[in-house]
């Protein structure tokens, strides 16, 4: 069974703040890696991908891959009240993109 | 570039009725998925297509749901018969491959009520 596990909050953190979301999974065979982001009443959008361990920067957000831990995050620097709804993160392990339950970030202003 | 256009937008039938979902992927893309997403739950993959061909249909519910992709474009998921539980949103999604490096774009989804 691939498991895609997600802490299903609710977080909160204040305006300005950085936001840390974090998932793990459990088939070693995943190459690819996804965040998406859902709004309320709304369908995923994709707002990171990674596939190499490491960092990936894009704007106020970043990905943070560790394939020997089983580990992935999502870092927002300098959150907004617009930031808030729920993360979900993906795995592609090697083809079939399966989601872990969303958690929900509220930025308060 | 046109996204993934899903219909109806909304649906609502009584339980042991039938009902049919269309989807029409991003040109180019080979790869599409349906998925089913239940208030409050991250997306749970029903089947996913490499062209017309099945690729991974393990967690479909086969004695009610059934899926095609003709021709290796538009998609449609049916529900024959609904029950309560399958009162949900059926998002599809597409990507140009099914391998490493592709993402996945999500169309507005189908919101399901079952009465």
């Known amino acids: 069974q691939k498991e895609v596990e997600q802490n299903s909050g609710p977080l909160s953190v204040p305006e300005g703040a950085i936001a840390s979301l974090n998932c793990t999974y459990s088939d070693r065979g995943s190459q690819s890696f996804f965040w998406y982001r859902q709004y309320s009443g709304k369908s995923p959008e994709l707002i990171m991908s990674i596939y190499s361990n490491g960092d990936k920067e894009d704007g106020r957000f970043t990905a943070q891959l560790n394939k020997a831990s089983q580990y992935v995050s999502l870092l927002i620097r300098d959150s907004q009240p617009s930031d808030s709804a729920t993360y979900l993160c993906?795995?592609?392990?090697?083809?079939?993109?399966?989601f872990g339950a969303g958690t929900r970030l509220t930025v308060k202003p | 570039e046109a996204g993934v256009a899903q219909s109806p937008r909304y649906k609502i039938i009584e339980k042991r009725q039938s009902v049919a979902f269309w989807c029409n992927p991003i040109s180019g893309h080979a790869t599409l998925y349906w998925y089913q997403q239940i208030l409050g739950q991250g997306p749970k993959l029903l089947i996913q297509?490499?062209?017309?061909?099945?690729?991974?249909d393990s967690q479909l519910p086969k004695d009610r749901f059934s899926a095609e992709r003709l021709k290796g474009v538009d998609s449609t998921l049916k529900i024959q018969p609904a029950k309560l539980e399958d009162s949900a949103v059926y998002l599809c999604a597409s990507s140009y491959l099914q391998g490493r490096g592709t993402e996945a774009f999500f169309g507005q989804g189908t919101r399901l009520t079952v009465v």
């Open positions: 297509f490499q062209n017309n061909g099945v690729v991974d």
């Open positions: 993906a795995v592609k392990a090697p083809y079939d993109m399966r």
